[in-house]
Nanobody
C-alpha cells in the first residue's frame, strides 16, 4: 500500500489544519493508521492512531483534546484535524499504516510497515 500525506502548511498559533493520508494500491480499511511527527533535531514521536474501527482512537498527551484522527474508508483516507495549534507542533508529519499492530505497540513507529512521505506543518507565534 502507498500512502500520500498532504494538508500541511504555515499557520498562526491558535489556528487549524487538516492533514490527509490517502492510501492507494489496496484498501486499508483493516489497517491501523498512525500519525507521527519529527521536529528538527528531535526524534520522531507518536501523535495519534486509529484502529480498524473508527471508534478506537489514541492520542499523545501533548495533542489530546486538540487533535482528532478519523477515517473515511470509502475514500481510503485518514484525517488528522489539528486545532488550537501551538509553535511546538511545528514538525514534519508522517502517516503510517500496518495491517496488524496490537494496542500496546501502536505508539511505536517501528511497528508500522508502510509510511507516507511527510508533510510540513509550521506554526508561527
Amino acid at each position: 500500500v502507498q500512502l500520500q500525506a498532504s494538508g500541511g502548511g504555515l499557520v498562526q498559533a491558535g489556528g487549524s489544519l487538516r492533514l490527509s493520508c490517502a492510501a492507494s494500491g489496496r484498501t486499508f480499511n483493516n489497517y491501523v493508521v498512525g500519525w507521527f511527527r519529527q521536529a528538527p533535531g528531535k526524534e520522531r514521536e507518536f501523535v495519534a492512531a486509529i484502529r480498524r474501527s473508527a471508534g478506537n482512537t489514541y492520542y499523545a498527551d501533548s495533542v489530546n483534546g486538540r487533535f482528532t484522527i478519523s477515517r473515511d474508508n470509502a475514500k481510503n483516507t485518514v484525517y488528522l484535524q489539528m486545532n488550537n495549534l501551538k509553535p511546538e507542533d511545528t514538525a514534519v508529519y508522517y502517516c503510517a499504516a500496518d495491517p496488524s499492530i496490537i494496542i500496546t505497540s501502536l505508539r511505536r513507529g517501528s511497528e508500522y510497515d508502510y509510511w507516507g512521505q511527510g508533510t510540513q506543518v509550521t506554526v508561527s507565534s
